[in-house]
């Protein structure tokens, strides 16, 4: 099992289009868009500066990149190749396999969290009151990224060949932008910020800037990704066992 | 049903190398897909020390059986165990080893890393180096999976089904996309497993394979069982010698179909080709008949010729129902 999650980060580390979009791309987006912000002029209708916003935005976004991207189309792509069957004849327990790609996909998404992290407080000078924030944040985004981790997984068993990447790109892109990843809700028309409010990427995003403006999560946003968690995980398990029936 | 039965019994006498219990055992089972019946109350016993031969038309199920025997799939009817248990079971103790057409590999990493994971996921392991060197990857031990050839790739697919010590080792096809050379090293390799007890079922296309290493071959047409012995057996199952032979002068078709023990006669210019049952009584009374055949030859049929007679035959009885 062990050996498997290792061979599965280092076969991601050596993907290198792969850690460039998730690690580097959400890096370089955040300075595109927030490089030329002013640090101290709030975004309207938030009480955070634009640096401070897109800071956790990407963060967030690099993560979901490594753990549903990655996982949506490698799953998709083994079962078709038959190497999900290859494994059901060795010891490897039957959930092994999902349980080491969603372990491995959280090893990659770290790096792309503190990347964007290092780079806004290098180049936007980005501070926090308390050190607690950093860490806190950090957990946050992290320990959030699960839900779209699952999201991955599930939607590796829904599709295969062709249609798993525009698929997976629909529901990336989709999920991104609607919940307000690249560009704040508050610029949406007021319908479109009512169905963002209750996108799981709102309230993953959410989650950290409360952390940024010194507070504790928020029960909503908590109880949103805690309910996508349950719709997610709940269909890439029954995805799974279909799979597993007919495999 | 039962005249299968009479069938295997008459067929058993290749039995000493049936000892022990059971390795695996299928009573009564059946599996289909949609309309399409791809196993039919099969009956089907592997002893330890056994290496079989699973032989069939495409379409006879004989990966349907493979599933069935490994778990990837649940029969619709009967029951599969292996070593006493569910094909999982056995699988998760390490006891089961295979090599499945169909079996992919994880690309984007090193022969040596793949194999070194199949070794860790087996509970009774072969030292990785042992594994590399009997699938013949040593030279290649560093390479990507993604960059093998098809031969290649299938001995790393060989050396994931024998990194640990297997009671059981199960081949789809093993050797396509092997050359001969390769061939003969898997084979030597596989004759060594089952010199140490291992039983071994190997599903192939090359009827001269499993002439020449099963000492058991099972013919399966249409999810049955329809031969099962020895391939000496299966060939005179299939009735038969051939004899070819010139006549000069007159050649009197009906006096040769008076013949005893033939199974076919097909005359071609002055060629005769005649395949008998009993091929000393149809020579004798070829001769008795006053004639005197030229260049005369008498040849057992391959297992092949017999594979064909008697997957004609069952299609043939099926067609008569």
């Known amino acids: 099992m062990n050996t498997l999650i290792k061979l599965e980060i280092q076969r991601t580390l050596r993907n290198k289009k792969f850690m460039f979009f998730s690690v580097l791309y959400p890096a370089g987006l955040y300075l595109l868009i927030a ?33 549903l991207v990655g996982n949506s189309e490698r799953i998709a792509k083994e079962r078709e190749k038959g190497w999900v069957r290859q494994l059901r004849l060795t010891a490897l327990p039957g959930r092994g396999y999902v349980t080491a790609k969603v372990a491995s996909a959280a090893v990659v998404s770290l790096p792309s969290i503190l990347v964007v992290f290092l780079i806004a407080a290098l180049v936007k000078d980005v501070r926090f009151d308390a050190a607690w924030q950093w860490f806190a944040l950090t957990g946050a985004i992290w320990a959030g990224s699960i839900v779209f981790a699952a999201l991955g997984v599930a939607v590796g068993y829904l599709a295969t060949g062709d249609a798993v990447r525009p698929i997976t790109f629909i529901i990336y892109f989709g999920l991104s932008i609607l919940g307000g990843l690249w560009m704040p809700i508050t610029t949406f028309p007021k319908w479109l910020q009512d169905v963002a409010e209750w996108m799981p990427t709102h309230a993953y995003a959410a989650l950290g800037q409360s952390i940024e403006l010194g507070n504790g999560p928020e029960v909503k946003d908590v109880a949103v990704l805690v309910a996508y968690l349950v719709i997610f995980g709940g269909a890439a398990a029954w995805l799974y066992r279909k799979d597993t029936r007919k495999a | 049903m039962m005249e299968y039965m009479t069938t295997t019994a008459h067929m058993s006498t290749g039995d000493r190398h049936r000892t022990g219990s059971p390795v695996v055992s299928f009573t009564n089972v059946s599996k289909s897909f949609g309309d399409v019946r791809a196993v039919s109350e099969l009956d089907l016993q592997l002893r330890a020390g056994e290496t079989v ?39 998760a103790r390490g006891k089961v080893g295979a090599m499945l057409q169909s079996g992919g590999l994880m690309e984007d990493v090193k022969v040596r890393e793949l194999v070194k994971l199949a070794c860790d996921l087996h509970p009774r392991a072969y030292p990785v180096d042992q594994v590399l060197e009997h699938a013949d990857l040593r030279d290649i031990a560093d390479r990507m999976v993604n960059k093998l050839s098809g031969g290649q790739e299938q001995r790393v697919r060989f050396a994931l089904a024998t990194a640990g010590a297997n009671e059981l080792v199960v081949l789809d096809e093993p050797t396509t996309g092997m050359d001969v050379s390769a061939r003969q090293a898997f084979w030597g390799v596989m004759r060594a497993q089952a010199r140490a007890g291992r039983a071994i079922l190997f599903a192939t296309h090359y009827l001269e394979e499993a002439d020449a290493i099963a000492d058991r071959v099972i013919v399966l047409h249409r999810g049955r069982v ?8 299966i060939k005179a199952k299939a009735g038969a010698r051939r004899i070819v032979f010139d006549l000069d002068g007159y050649i009197g078709e009906g006096a040769l179909r008076e013949l005893p023990f033939l199974s076919s006669l097909e005359i071609s210019g002055r060629t005769v080709r005649i395949q008998s049952h009993d091929a000393d009584a149809t020579v004798h009374a070829l001769y008795g008949l006053g004639l005197y055949p030229r260049n005369l030859e008498v040849a057992g049929l391959g297992l092949e010729q017999a594979f064909i007679a008697i997957t004609d035959a069952a299609t043939a009885e099926e067609a008569a129902k």
Request: hydrophobic residues 45%; glycine residues 14%; charged residues 15%.
């Open chain 1, 35 to 67: 490089g030329g912000a002013s640090s101290t002029e709030l975004v309207k209708g938030t009480d955070l500066t634009l640096p401070l916003l897109m800071m956790v935005s990407m963060a967030s976004f690099g993560a979901i990149t490594a753990v």
């Open chain 2, 53 to 91: 031969a699973l032989l069939g038309p495409n379409g006879a199920g004989k990966s349907s059986t493979l599933d069935l025997l490994l778990g990837l799939r649940n029969p619709d009817a009967g029951r599969v165990e292996v070593f006493g248990t569910t094909p999982q079971q056995a699988i």
């Open chain 2, 226 to 233: 329809i031969a099962d012995g020895s391939a000496a057996e």
